[in-house]
C-alpha cells in the first residue's frame, strides 16, 4: 500500500553524516567506538527510520536497515548519471574525431594549394632570372 520510489536518494545520502562515537551509558549499550548517525540530525532527512524518545527517559533510536533502500536508490540514481555522462563523452570524442577528420582534410587541401603556389611564384622567379618580363598574365 502506498509504496513509491525513494525520492531525492542521492540529496538524502549527502545530508547524513556519518560519525564515530562511544554512548555514555554503557549500561544499555556497548561499550567502545561505535559507528553511526546522531538520530537527531538524520530525523531531519530520513524520518521514517528514527524512533524518537516516548518518555525523558529513553533515547532516540534508529532502524538502520531500512537505509539500505535510501542506499540501493542512490547508487541506482549515480549509475544513471554515469551512464548519462558516458553518452556524453562518446558523443563529444565523436564530433571532436569528426572535426579532426575535417580538419586534417583542410589542412591537406591547404598544404598543396600552398606547394602549387610556391610551384608557380619559383617558375616566376626563373622566368625574371633569365632576364623575361614578368607580367600580370603569367
Do not use: C
Request: glycine share 2%; charged share 25%.
Amino acid at each position: 500500500k502506498n509504496i513509491e520510489t525513494i525520492e531525492y536518494p542521492i540529496e538524502k545520502l549527502l545530508a547524513l553524516r556519518g560519525v564515530n562515537f562511544e554512548w555514555k551509558d554503557t549500561t544499555h549499550h556497548d561499550t567502545g567506538l561505535q559507528m553511526g548517525f546522531i538520530a537527531q540530525e538524520a530525523e531531519k532527512v530520513i524520518p521514517e527510520v528514527v524512533d524518537a524518545p516516548k518518555t525523558d527517559s529513553t533515547f532516540y533510536s534508529m532502524q538502520y536497515a531500512p537505509i539500505t533502500a535510501l542506499l540501493v536508490e542512490a547508487v541506482k540514481k549515480q549509475q544513471a548519471i554515469i551512464e548519462s555522462q558516458k553518452q556524453e563523452i562518446e558523443t563529444i570524442k565523436a564530433e571532436a574525431s569528426s572535426s579532426s577528420v575535417e580538419t586534417n582534410q583542410k589542412l591537406k587541401e591547404t598544404a598543396q594549394k600552398l606547394a602549387a603556389l610556391e610551384a608557380k611564384l619559383n617558375a616566376l622567379l626563373l622566368q625574371n632570372s633569365k632576364g623575361a618580363v614578368v607580367t600580370a598574365e603569367n
